[in-house]
T-cell receptor
Framework: AAGVIQSPRHLIKEKRETATLKCYPI?????VYWYQQGPGQDPQFLIS???????DKGSIPDRFSAQQFSDYHSELNMSSLELGDSALYFC???????????????FGQGTRLTVV | AQSVTQLGSHVSVSEGALVLLRCNYS??????LFWYVQYPNQGLQLLLK??????LVKGINGFEAEFKKSETSFHLTKPSAHMSDAAEYFC????????????FGTGTQLKVEL
């Protein structure tokens, strides 16, 4: 079965550079979530989109932005990178069913961002 | 607001022994509860979930969890640990009817010894 695809899997950037992470949800899933997991930390919710509109926002820095495109893939754009942005970034997707969002989010393998 | 607390950041068991990973939740409305497993440098894989109905939930790899409202708990168990169970386990909660945003616990690293 198709899963959530994230690219790239690994990314190394220098401080103050920009990075773009991509997420391709499971086909027909309409909701995408982004999470950040720092070293030894639990995943922290950043932002989510439903039908190309932002649906919820968590602890996402102002330097970060994201969007969901017409084909439902999503991109997380990170600017002015800092050393503390080094983390594993997960994307997850789910399906809005029967008037409420599906009860299960499926996670991608993550993008490991290293800022040097 | 919802939250989960995982007791014990590290748990060590012998192969073949009972696995018990503890999770307590806090939620003002009926929660959906999840257990995820994460292997090194891997994504999060869903083990099991509780939404409504039966409070004893069976998941993959022989794991199960019981939702106990009176104790606000959702502990994860497995009767007999296997070496391949060594991983990090996260309990997570989201609100019914909410946006499915998951709030994770701080994780429990399970070590399985021979």
């Amino acid at each position: 079965a198709a899963g959530v695809i994230q690219s790239p899997r690994h990314l190394i950037k220098e401080k103050r550079e920009t990075a773009t992470l991509k997420c391709y949800p499971i086909p027909r899933h309409d909701t995408v979530y982004w999470y950040q997991q720092g070293p030894g930390q639990d995943p922290q919710f950043l932002i989510s989109f439903y039908e190309k509109m932002q649906s919820d926002k968590g602890s996402i820095p102002d330097r970060f932005s994201a969007q969901q495109f017409s084909d439902y893939h999503s991109e997380l754009n990170m600017s002015s990178l800092e050393l503390g942005d080094s983390a594993l970034y997960f994307c997850a997707s789910s399906l809005f069913v029967g008037g409420h969002r599906g009860t299960e989010a499926f996670f991608g393998q993550g993008t490991r961002l290293t800022v040097v | 607001a919802q939250s989960v607390t995982q007791l014990g950041s590290h748990v060590s068991v012998s192969e073949g022994a009972l696995v018990l990973l503890r999770c307590n939740y806090s939620s003002s409305v009926p929660p959906y509860l999840f257990w995820y497993v994460q292997y090194p440098n891997q994504g999060l894989q869903l083990l099991l979930k509780y939404t409504t109905g039966a409070t004893l939930v069976k998941g993959i790899n022989g794991f199960e969890a019981e939702f106990k409202k009176s104790e606000t708990s959702f502990h994860l168990t497995k009767p007999s640990a296997h070496m391949s169970d060594a991983a990090e386990y996260f309990c997570a909660v989201t609100l019914t009817g909410g946006g499915n945003k998951l709030t994770f616990g701080t994780g429990t690293q399970l070590k399985v010894e021979l």
